[in-house]
């Protein structure tokens, strides 16, 4: 489902995603469009299909391409139906075949990912043999089961953690486990503070916190898609976390902080309090 060469999205047919007008088309023309300071960016206009490896791509054509979408579901649902057959002679209850994908899979990189996800639901409404369901749902039908302790794994490369800390990235975990260590203690400390403008620093912090914690910055490290953006980006909550840290004792600059919750705005809702240490 995943591989872009041999799963359903690296299909020829399957619009590409890396062709886009804002580095098709002529700087000239497309600069009006782009960034103010001229920097190529995704438009969402794409007008080519994969095709094949290399650069030469052929017109998208949107009524194949979905046709294949058809094809595909009808297939990702026949082989789940031989599945299901297969682990049913081994089992006392019908087998829960679990899927998780990033979300991002359908309609980001696979444009033609909503469209599949659409066709299977129909196959599945149509043939009756695979049905949809949650594993809570299959946990509330069936609730006595095995007892087992799933080894440590990843989606990554090889199935480990190497793609998130090797010797390229490993510096930031250091910064990020004593980052949690602080916003625990500094929450504990401040269990029960009325000032609005204490409680709005420690809510910032978290902010920062989860900021650097983000996979993806270690991620396009590794990758070497974005190194200077990935890493700039996690010294900046790493800096912004100790700032805020030391305004707690030598006394809260609220430019600065109502600076920093307009640029890293996230998760309006959030509270410090869920690091209080009980």
């Given amino acids: 489902m995943w591989s872009s060469i041999s799963g359903y999205p690296g299909d020829p047919d399957y619009r590409d995603f890396y062709r886009d007008i804002g580095y098709d088309l002529d700087f000239d023309y497309i600069s009006p469009y782009i960034c103010p ?6 438009t969402g206009l794409k007008y080519h299909r994969i095709t094949a490896q290399g650069g ?40 829960l075949i679990v899927s998780p994908y990033d979300a991002e899979l359908f309609g980001h990189w696979w444009f033609e990912g909503p469209e599949f996800i659409y066709n299977l639901f129909k196959e599945m409404h149509k043939n009756g043999v695979v049905e949809p369901i949650t594993p809570r ?46 916003m625990q203690t500094l929450a504990t400390r401040f269990r029960n503070e009325t000032d609005p403008l204490v409680c709005r620093l420690l809510d910032q912090m978290n902010r920062e916190l989860l900021l650097a914690q983000a996979s993806d910055w270690a991620f396009l490290i590794t990758t070497g898609t974005a190194v200077e953006y990935a890493t700039k980006r996690t010294r900046e909550h790493i800096a912004d976390f100790i700032r805020l840290t030391d305004m707690i004792e030598r006394g809260i600059d609220e430019t600065v902080l109502s600076d920093l919750e307009e640029r890293h705005s996230l998760f309006e809702g959030i509270h410090f309090g869920i690091w209080i240490r009980d």
């Fill in 37 to 42: 300071d001229g920097t190529r960016v995704f």
């Fill in 137 to 182: 749902e299959y946990l509330e039908i069936y609730p006595t089961n095995q007892m087992i302790h799933p080894s440590p794994s990843s989606w990554g490369k090889d199935g480990y953690f190497d793609v998130w800390i090797n010797p390229q990235n490993d510096w930031i975990y250091p910064h990020l486990h004593k980052m949690a260590d602080t």
């Fill in 56 to 95: 030469y791509k052929e017109v998208y054509k949107p009524k194949i391409a979905f046709e294949r979408a058809r094809e595909h579901a009808s297939n990702f649902h026949f082989n789940r139906e031989k599945q299901i057959e297969h682990l049913a002679n081994y089992m006392d209850r019908p087998p």
